[in-house]
Nanobody, 120 residues
Framework: QVQLVESGGGLVQPGGSLTLSCAAS????????MGWYRQAPGKQRELVAT???????NYAESVKGRFTISRVNAGNTVYLQMNSLKPEDTAVYYC??????????????WGQGTQVTVSS
């Protein structure tokens, strides 16, 4: 079983910054993609950013140039640096990690979610 623990959410003023982190633990053979998603009240969950095992990144248009995703493979950890935050960034942020438990079994796991509120 793979567990993800998120941290770093909170309340920040518009224009401020926050860094989210997500650490995976368990009997993990390898990790492929890591990513962040968010869900605002009354809206569907949407992709924010992803990073592949090779370091290739992908961002939603709404966060390009403001958010940066990174990963530390040794620690099975993914980060989301969020700068120039806007009220419309307010949402619950979820990390998502996929990989292999062994040669036969894959896994996809979600974090518990962390609230990010951007408000003055």
């Amino acid at each position: 079983q793979v567990q993800l623990v998120e941290s770093g959410g909170g309340l920040v003023q518009p224009g401020g910054s926050l860094t989210l982190s997500c650490a995976a633990s368990g009997r993990i053979f390898s990790i492929s993609a890591m990513g962040w998603y968010r869900q605002a009240p009354g809206k569907q969950r949407e992709l924010v950013a992803t990073i592949s095992s090779g370091g290739s990144t992908n961002y939603a248009e709404s966060v390009k140039g403001r958010f940066t995703i990174s990963r530390v493979n040794a620690g099975n950890t993914v980060y989301l640096q969020m700068n120039s935050l806007k009220p419309e960034d307010t949402a619950v942020y979820y990390c998502n990690i996929s990989g292999r438990l062994d040669y036969l079994r894959n896994f996809i796991s979600w974090g518990q979610g962390t609230q990010v509120t951007v408000s003055s």
